[in-house]
């Protein structure tokens, strides 16, 4: 009797225990969301972007499920483009109601990576703030390869995005440390920083 007692608390307790309730909050082309409700199986989360093309700035922030590895804090620097994107994650109902502030982008850290302009790679872009890594990628999106080289934080070379391909995108990136260590393509597998150039529609990863 005690068994079956037990058996019935675990079968009603333990689906609650998986599901946790979260908002949600993807904004669209406007940059604008409204709140709802999803429910998710590991954690809930929001983040904001911060992201400079060509000296416009832009600022995205959203809510959605999410998991250990996709709450990072970090910076991406690609010359022409570069953005930081601060994460906040917890697992309790609706513990996602505010959204983190940007991260601000960092002063010159003396390290410096090669960059790409056109597909031409042979530039040098000059790393910000916590960017201790030297970033290559290749991205394919909407049937367009791109290539891209930069610097990075560490935290965003080692996270796993492996959801973006959900998005269409597909491609290799490669982290190293040291100065202008990025002269050739990378291979390790890994889809983080294929965030950028869906930024302005996708920031969740």
Same mark, same amino acid.
Not at 2 to 9: F, H, P, S, Y
Not at 56 to 67: H, L, R
Not at 196 to 202: A, G, H, K, Q
């Given at each position: 009797m005690?068994?079956? =007692?037990?058996?019935?608390?675990i079968? =009603?307790?333990?689906?609650k225990?998986? #599901?946790?309730e979260?908002?949600?909050?993807i904004?669209?082309v /406007?940059g604008?969301?409204t709140?709802?409700?999803?429910?998710?199986?590991?954690r809930?989360g929001?983040? &904001?972007?911060?992201?400079?093309t060509?000296g416009?700035?832009?600022?995205?922030?959203?809510?959605? $499920?999410?998991?250990a590895a996709?709450?990072?804090?970090g910076?991406?620097?690609?010359g022409?483009m570069?953005?930081?994107i601060?994460?906040?994650c917890?697992?309790t109902?609706?513990?996602?109601?505010?959204?983190?502030?940007?991260?601000?982008? +960092?002063?010159?850290?003396?390290k410096?990576?090669? #960059?790409?302009?056109?597909?031409d $790679?042979?530039? #040098?872009?000059?790393?910000? *703030?916590?960017?201790?890594? $030297?970033?290559s990628a290749?991205a394919?999106?909407s049937?367009v390869?791109? &290539?891209?080289? *930069?610097?990075a934080?560490? /935290?965003?070379?080692t996270?796993?995005? /492996?959801s973006?391909?959900?998005?269409g995108? #597909? +491609? /290799?990136?490669?982290?190293?440390?040291g100065?202008?260590?990025?002269?050739?393509e990378? =291979?390790?597998?890994?889809?983080?920083?294929?965030l950028?150039?869906?930024?302005?529609? =996708?920031l969740f990863?």
């Open positions: 005690k068994l079956q =007692v037990t058996l019935a608390l079968s =009603v307790l333990l689906p225990a998986l #599901t946790l979260c908002y949600r909050c904004p669209d /406007s604008t969301c709140d709802t409700q999803t429910v998710c199986a590991d809930c929001s983040a &904001t972007a911060l992201v400079n060509a416009i700035e832009q600022k995205v922030s959203a809510k959605d $499920c999410a998991v996709e709450c990072v804090n910076s991406l620097n690609l022409l570069k953005m930081t601060n994460t906040q917890c697992t109902d609706r513990c996602n109601t505010q959204v983190p502030a940007a991260l601000p982008f +960092g002063s010159p850290n003396g410096k990576c090669y #960059t790409c302009v056109n597909n $790679c042979t530039g #040098t872009v000059s790393c910000l *703030g916590g960017e201790d890594q $030297c970033v290749t394919t999106a049937g390869q791109v &290539t891209m080289k *930069g610097c934080s560490r /935290s965003l070379c996270a796993d995005a /492996s973006m391909q959900a998005a995108i #597909t +491609g /290799s990136v490669s982290c190293c440390e100065n202008l260590c990025n002269s050739a990378g =291979v390790k597998l890994s889809l983080l920083i294929m950028v150039p869906l930024i302005s529609s =996708v990863i």
